[in-house]
């Protein structure tokens, strides 16, 4: 079971990189493309929840890396994660337009991403503490 949550964890942060990047990467052709709220969202978005974004994928990614190596190393950058993606929810949600253009339904896809970080951040520090992880 181990085995699929390193795996699995490995493969949810490296489409959060994917994502972090597409975000970053957004020219004015591609902003152009989205519709009027999320142009809004994304224009709002200050550059503290991007940097936010970078250390929950770095950490996210890191983290996994650090359990399929069987690292000790990989629970702290799991919590790096986990803080990372709970500051870039909620500023999203306090600074930009948000709440407004997505609603509470656009609170399903962050709740999942969390309890996914909450988990591998559980399973790394169970696996230190068994002597799974050195």
Known sequence: MAGVGR??????????????????????????????????????????????????????????????LGRAWAAPLFVVSLLGLLVQVAGAYAVTPAWAVYGPAGLAMPALLLAIALGLWLLARKAVRRGWLR
């Open 7 to 68: 795996a699995g964890g490995a493969g949810v942060d490296l489409i959060g990189v994917a994502m972090f990047v597409m975000q970053i990467g957004l020219d004015g052709e591609r902003l152009a493309a989205l519709d009027a709220g999320q142009r809004q969202v994304r224009l709002a978005t200050p550059g503290w929840v991007d940097a936010a974004f970078a250390l929950a994928v770095g950490g996210g990614v890191s983290g996994a890396l650090g359990l399929l």
